[in-house]
């Protein structure tokens, strides 16, 4: 059994659109399969905090407190790339 999280964590992916992800196991799988910003430190840790959870060694609400600042690194991420394809190629120039 999955331990679920106390409050879903919202993640605008690039790739998937809105998502709710309520428990660990999904926000690792995230992680590990589809995050666009795979090296950022909140991304580490959550990826870290997220396995330990899984294996009953750390809490699964501190898991979900790096999963959702790992979001957020993800998401400026985001922008910024596609600021800086934009800035380079032209309004028009970025798929989405």
Not at 13 to 37: N, Q, R, Y
Request: glycine content about 6%; hydrophobic content about 45%.
């Amino acid at each position: 059994m999955t331990a679920k999280w106390s409050k879903p964590v919202t993640v605008n992916s690039p790739w998937l659109g809105k998502i709710t992800v309520s428990e660990p196991f999904h926000a690792l799988t995230l992680l590990m399969d589809t995050w666009p910003a795979m090296s950022g430190p909140h991304f580490l840790r959550a990826r870290i905090a997220c396995s330990a959870a899984l294996q009953g060694r750390a809490d699964v609400e501190d898991a979900r407190k790096l999963f959702e600042r790992a979001s957020t690194e993800a998401e400026a991420y985001v922008k910024a790339t596609r600021a800086g394809a934009t800035a380079r190629h032209g309004t028009g120039a970025l798929l989405q």
